[in-house]
């Protein structure tokens, strides 16, 4: 069969099983392979959905232009269907993302703006700023927001979801995810819980990010916020895209935890995967040894996407040495 574009490729993703990294745990424990995207990340399945859905309600029209503040994955995703499609795009992004990202959205067309990190998401400078700021002055210009736009979430709830049901033909007892703008987790969760409200669901979050606190308190705490490395996971705000009744469970993974489990994964598992999948891999394990997860049980696990993005960081020995992942 011939596709119309390489967009029809997106989602569909293979559910594989994890053999090693998984000593002691009785559980079968899968993981959904989202780097199979042809924007080699799960973003992918939010871009095409939320571009549908804004030249549906005709808010973008043909040769616009696409602005978006992302750490680089969805950017992607968005450079695809906009080279498809005809638009142009603008990033923002920040100086904590790795430099490949960067690279890579250059090669598909886009404009880049790299912001400072560790500024106030309401500082002018910060990414989400300057996104908005520029959707504003730039005309026939778009700013899908996908902390903010329910067609986020939406897009796992109409494909990550039911492809996660068929794979596990509806045995899937535990769901884990990283949560970054929430979408993966609450579209995806939504519609499992819809098939079988028994099914678990547990978020991982990194260290230094407000989330964890925030589901267990209903507290927002800026004393959370503390600077970390894994890219895409954890947030200093609270987006729309997080639905905190469909999570039973949030578990906080640290920068090096996580980057092991990302080599390990690599080496022991063939899963050559970014920091955010060792960290929700890392935190899914602590979770089925923690709770003795049975030999009937079922996890499955979002790795988010490709090893291909930081190859100057977690793969690169000198770096993890620097930071004193490694001896
Ligand atoms: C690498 C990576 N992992 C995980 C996530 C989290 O997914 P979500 O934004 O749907 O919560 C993101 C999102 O930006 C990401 O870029």
């Known amino acids: 069969m011939i596709q119309n574009s390489i967009l029809e490729s997106i989602g569909k993703t293979p559910l594989v099983r994890l053999r090693k990294v998984t000593e002691n745990i009785k559980a079968t424990v899968a993981a959904k392979v989202e780097y199979l995207n042809p924007g080699q990340s799960v973003k992918d399945r939010i871009a095409i959905k939320m571009i549908d859905d804004a030249e549906e309600k005709g808010l973008i029209k043909p040769g616009g ?5 992302t750490s680089g994955n969805t950017g992607m995703g968005l450079a695809l269907v906009a080279a498809v499609r005809g638009y142009n795009c603008i990033f923002t992004t920040t100086d904590k993302q790795s430099k490949e990202k960067v690279d ?46 329910l067609s986020n979430t939406q897009a796992h709830y109409e494909t990550t979801g039911p492809e996660i049901w068929e794979q596990t033909d509806g045995k899937i007892t535990h769901y884990a995810c990283g949560m970054g703008t929430g979408g993966t987790i609450s579209g995806t969760a939504k519609y499992l819980k819809e098939q079988n409200p028994e ?22 705490s800026k004393d959370e916020i503390k600077p970390y490395k894994t890219e895409g996971i954890g947030e200093d705000i609270i987006p729309a895209n997080v639905d905190f009744d469909l999570i039973d469970e949030v578990i906080q993974v640290n920068d090096r935890q996580a980057f092991l489990m990302t080599r390990d994964l690599s080496k022991r598992e063939g899963l050559f995967v970014g920091g955010s999948c060792g ?46 992942y490694i001896d």
């Not at 232009?65 to 503040?69: A, D, H, K, R, S």
Request: aromatic letters at 10%; one cysteine or more; hydrophobic letters at 35%.
């Open 199 to 220: 099914i678990k669901v547990i978020g991982i979050d990194s260290v230094g990010s407000v989330y964890k606190h925030y589901f267990e308190t209903g507290e927002f």
């Open 279 to 324: 960290a929700a891999v890392s935190g899914a394990l602590e979770y089925a040894r923690q709770t003795e997860l049975k030999s009937s049980d079922l996890m499955v696990i979002i790795l988010p996407d490709s090893g291909t993005r930081y190859i100057s960081k977690i793969y690169n020995d000198e770096w993890m040495r620097e930071n004193n």
């Open 65 to 69: 232009t696409i602005i978006e503040g």
């Open 104 to 149: 890579l959205l250059r090669a598909l067309g886009a404009e880049v703006k790299v912001c400072p990190t560790n500024v106030e998401p309401d500082d002018p400078e910060s990414y989400y700023s300057v996104a908005k700021r520029l959707s504003e002055e730039i005309p026939n210009s778009y700013y899908p927001n996908q902390y903010e736009n």
